[in-house]
């Protein structure tokens, strides 16, 4: 996959859509105070732009069906509907279009 790909642009732009919304996330936590969530919202803010790069440098492998883990992590940190959503969106892409 390269830039060029509809696969690799879309799978940029579910990534972008995903940061924004960790970071509107990560915002909303660190004006609660709750700077355990703030700590997980930089990880997962990480490992978006981490997809993002991969994508866009062609060095993400296809998915062959698998997942990225990315509900899961989510669902475990107890994020935003706006954020569990982007990242459920960027997943599914993923498992389901990615290299398929």
């Given at each position: 996959?390269?830039?060029?790909?509809?696969?690799?642009?879309?799978?940029?732009?579910?990534?972008?859509?995903?940061?924004?919304?960790?970071?509107?996330?990560?915002?909303?936590?660190?004006?609660?105070?709750q700077t355990?969530?703030?700590?997980?919202?930089?990880?997962?803010?990480?490992?978006?732009?981490a997809i993002?790069?991969?994508?866009?440098?062609?060095?993400?492998?296809?998915?062959?069906?698998?997942?990225?883990?990315?509900?899961?992590?989510?669902?475990?940190?107890?994020?935003?509907?706006?954020?569990?959503?982007?990242?459920?969106?960027?997943?599914?892409?993923?498992?389901?279009?990615?290299?398929?």
């Open positions: 996959m390269h830039l060029g790909d509809p696969k690799a642009i879309r799978m940029i732009q579910l990534a972008d859509a995903a940061i924004d919304a960790a970071q509107k996330a990560q915002s909303s936590a660190a004006t609660a105070g355990w969530l703030v700590e997980d919202c930089d990880l997962t803010i990480a490992n978006f732009r993002r790069e991969q994508a866009a440098s062609g060095r993400l492998p296809p998915s062959k069906g698998a997942g990225l883990g990315i509900t899961r992590a989510l669902g475990e940190f107890g994020v935003s509907t706006e954020l569990y959503a982007a990242g459920q969106a960027l997943e599914n892409y993923y498992q389901d279009e990615y290299g398929a």
